[in-house]
């Protein structure tokens, strides 16, 4: 975890990133001054912890679609603070998530796409939504 964080850097190539052993991408992009956050060869599938990997990012643009979260268990914080306009977050397999604790809390996204989310073995969900700006979602 906190690979970038605090990064003042407003570009970030992250093409050539290999990720492919990582278990654990806490505080990854927190307090990021990166605007757009592309990481879509981003290889996730090991990742069981992702909390606060986006909390405070300055990024409006994040692309998640790509995200395996099959093994992921804590989500806790995760976009806390984000500036993202938009998540669309309908690919995550949420099915071994048992913490959501603050997930958007006070996120600036007014549309939150969480179709795809199963939340059967969460257990706690305090303030999840808690000063988010979502008017939709979906």
């Known amino acids: 975890g906190h690979m970038f964080q605090g990064s ?25 001054a990166a605007t757009t956050l592309d990481l879509s060869s981003f290889n996730t599938s090991k990742v069981t912890n992702m909390t606060h990997m986006f ?11 790509s995200f395996d979260t099959n ?11 984000s500036a993202a306009t938009t998540l669309n977050l309908s690919g995550f397999n949420t099915g071994s998530v048992t913490n959501m604790n603050a997930m958007f809390y006070d996120s ?17 969900m305090r303030y999840m939504f808690y000063g988010s700006k979502a008017s939709t979602l979906d």
């Open 71 to 81: 093994a992921v268990t804590d989500m806790q914080y995760m976009f806390t603070n």
């Open 55 to 65: 909390e405070g990012s300055k990024a409006t643009a994040i692309n998640v679609n």
């Open 108 to 124: 600036a996204a007014t549309t939150i796409n969480l179709s795809g989310f199963d939340t059967s073995k969460v257990t706690s």
């Open 8 to 32: 003042k850097a407003s570009i970030l190539n992250l093409s050539g990133i290999d990720t492919s052993a990582v278990t654990d991408m806490r505080n990854m992009f927190a307090y990021s």
